[in-house]
């Protein structure tokens, strides 16, 4: 029998790099943007910066050097990953314009996603907790509270994820997607043997 699908809206390899405050909701889209993206054919991989740290970068801190370090590691592996024709989502919070700037230029093929949020919603979310430990002292160096957050000045788009549903944001990243040229919109009607 015959199965019926929209084509792959696969074009090429692309590194959609999520950044924003933790909480804003780099995670949750991310994961919503991965289901979505397969279901139309990609292949297609989520590199989470909370998995990042316990996986493949435990050795590291949260200094200035170590966090730059840890996006150093995620944006090697976005690169090989998109080089071959991988669409690489990175979820990290990358606080410093500077080596997000090192990402964009190593990828090549990169759009950067500010997931913009205030912090007092930011710190409603956070089922952890680590708003309010770092807001008593009890962790230092967290971000948007005693590290700074650099907002991107460029970003390829903006989330506004405390107005906006995760759909809405996500269908947002979407459309930049294909507006770039990175994904082909599904003909419609189009029948597929895949």
């Known amino acids: 029998m015959e199965k019926v699908e929209n084509p792959p809206y696969y074009g090429r390899g ?53 966090r730059d370090t840890n996006i150093k590691r995620i944006a090697y592996v976005c690169k090989l990953m998109t080089r071959n024709g991988v669409v690489a989502i990175a979820a990290a919070i990358s606080p410093y314009r500077e080596i997000r700037d090192y990402a964009r230029n190593e990828i ?4 950067e996603v500010y997931v913009r949020c205030p912090i007092d919603v930011c710190t409603k979310r956070d089922v952890k907790g680590l708003y309010k430990k770092a807001l ?9 509270v005693d590290d700074p957050y650099e907002e991107p000045l460029h970003p390829e788009v903006i989330l506004e994820t405390h107005n906006e549903s ?18 082909q919109p ?9």
């Open 14 to 66: 692309v590194t959609v790099w999520f950044t924003g405050l933790p909480s804003s909701g780099k995670t949750t889209i991310a994961h919503k943007l991965e289901g979505i993206l397969r279901d139309k054919g990609c292949r297609v991989e989520v590199f989470d910066g909370d998995v990042i740290r316990k996986h493949l970068c435990s050795d590291l801190g949260f200094s200035k050097q170590d």
């Open 186 to 194: 599904a003909r419609k009607g189009h029948r597929s043997s895949l």
């Open 166 to 183: 995760v759909e809405d944001s996500t269908n947002k990243v979407v459309q930049l997607l294909e507006d770039k040229g990175y994904l």
């Open 136 to 144: 008593n002292g009890e962790i230092k160096g967290f971000t948007g």
């Open 108 to 111: 090549g093929d990169f759009l």
